[in-house]
């Protein structure tokens, strides 16, 4: 009876393990994170910035509250090597945002290659033209061993 016990959560695990296409599903994966930072906030900002004013539109300016709240889900993507929003609400209630918005971004190295993947699509290049958005939070981390090496999130709020 004990064997037909475990039978089921072993045949589960075993079709989760199978199913991800590099391996393990990215919830059973670790990698090694090098790198978590901000510093590309401030310039990533003025290049929104710009690409807003080209639109006619205001300015945003950099939050350390959201470079945080960036820098802590740049990490967890990389530890994964994966690209996915999660809660994103639950991350904001954290924080005196409102409004807020995530840009997610994979695979590139710097913010003007970050910022062109987000410019090229729709829904990403809508959230950095919202006309309300005031605020915003980048962070970036680095993870050789992973699928895509180069996770930036960038977070937009009022």
């Not at 350390?64 to 209630?93: E, K, P, T």
Request: hydrophobic share 45%; glycine share 6%; proline share 3%.
């Amino acid at each position: 009876m004990s064997v037909k016990r475990f039978t089921l959560p072993i045949m589960v695990l075993t079709a989760l393990m199978l199913a991800g296409c590099s391996g393990l599903p990215f919830f059973f994966r670790s990698y090694t994170v090098e790198v978590v930072t901000s510093a590309d906030a401030a310039r990533t900002a003025q290049l929104v910035s710009s690409y807003r004013a080209e639109k006619g539109l205001g300015a945003v300016r950099e939050d350390a509250a959201l470079n945080q709240v960036a820098a802590a889900w740049a990490r967890r993507q990389a530890a994964a090597g994966d690209i996915f929003h999660g809660d994103f609400s639950a991350r904001m209630a954290k924080t005196d945002v409102s409004g807020a918005v995530e840009n997610l971004a994979a695979g590139v190295a710097g913010p003007e290659q970050a910022l062109k993947v987000w410019r090229e699509s729709a829904e990403h290049n809508r959230n950095m033209l919202r006309p309300d958005m005031t605020r915003v939070g980048v962070a970036y981390a680095r993870s050789p061993q992973s699928r895509y090496k180069h996770y930036w999130v960038m977070v937009l709020g009022k």
